[in-house]
């Protein structure tokens, strides 16, 4: 691959990624968040489903693993992104997208009790606290004002950011043999079923939806263009450069995100805020060094 073409599609997952926040906040406006949630992955699933369909004639789970996969894809990594659009009620674009740059941290403390190859030593304690402390300065927590909606939609948020990553290390650990867009299509649709399971219990009505066109093309931009194109977009990329460099977009769609939030929804952020993402970022830094170190040593072998 082009280092023109990889600098693209780094640029092009940034901006699909960044642009998802915003999306969402819009569209709440519209729909309630967990039929807004679940709209979004059934449509998600009908088109990946009907792709594999077309294409492949392993388009459905064949095996216990490839089952176990399903189930922990959608419970808790599309299912848990529910949380995150009721979260996004009470807080900016912006700052559920810093929120979401600790993933990689996230990924790395849960997959150590659950992935034998995966284990934590010295110095990525210290990544992994900084990380921490860096979500703390972004949240915030007062206990003097603990039920502040928007700390509660932070708090919310982290929460649903745990459950996704949980999932992600859950079909991991599955190792299933299906391909990956069958893969996600049945996970978009069970985790569509129990975005639709909750919404029922909290008690979301359908008559509360406002169908205008840009709640519809909302919901067709969250599943087409991030749901579809963006997560395969996203898998090239990670195919191409390996997942250290494609998860450097999780510290830059945060800014086109707070870029969006203030020019076209007038959205604030705190400087405390920044800070607390910065914090995030030297965390992440820190609990890759090894990774990072070889790749500079790499590139200075190039370049000698």
Avoid at 101 to 123: D, H, K, Q, Y
Avoid at 199 to 216: F, I, M
Wanted: aromatic fraction near 10%.
């Amino acid at each position: 691959m082009s280092r023109n073409r990889t600098i693209g599609l780094f640029l092009l997952v940034t901006l699909l990624f960044g642009t998802a926040f915003p999306a969402v906040k819009t569209g709440l406006s519209f729909i309630p968040p967990l039929l807004f949630a679940a709209s979004r992955s059934y449509l998600a699933a009908a088109i990946l489903l009907t792709y594999v369909g077309a294409t492949t004639e392993y388009w459905y789970p064949r095996s216990r693993r490839d089952v176990t996969a399903v189930l922990a894809g959608g419970v808790f990594l599309v299912g848990g992104t529910g949380i995150g659009f009721v979260a996004q009620q009470f807080i900016t674009a912006g700052v559920a997208a810093i929120i979401f740059s600790l993933a990689p941290i996230v990924t790395a403390v849960l997959a150590w009790p659950l992935l034998p190859a995966e284990r934590l030593g010295g110095r990525d304690y210290v990544g992994v606290l900084l990380g921490f402390v860096g979500i703390a300065v972004v949240i915030r927590p007062d206990p003097a004002s603990l039920f502040d909606p928007e700390l509660v939609g932070k708090l919310l948020f982290f929460v649903g950011l745990t459950v996704v990553e949980l999932g992600a290390v859950l079909v991991q650990r599955s190792q299933p043999s299906m391909p990956i867009p069958a893969l996600t299509g049945w996970a978009m649709m069970l985790g569509g079923t129990v975005h639709v399971a909750f919404s029922v219990a909290v008690g979301e009505s359908v008559a509360a939806v406002q169908l205008t066109p840009l709640a519809v093309g909302m919901v067709v931009y969250l599943s087409v263009f991030i749901g579809v194109f963006g997560l395969v977009t996203y898998l090239v990329l990670m195919g191409e450069v390996g997942p250290l460099k494609a998860n450097l977009t999780t510290y830059l769609t945060p800014l086109v995100a707070l870029a969006i939030g203030w020019l076209l929804l007038g959205e604030r952020v705190h400087p405390l805020t920044l800070v607390g993402f910065g914090i995030i970022v030297a965390g992440f830094a820190l609990l890759e060094s090894r990774e990072i170190s070889a790749e500079l040593v790499k590139y200075r072998t190039l370049f000698r």
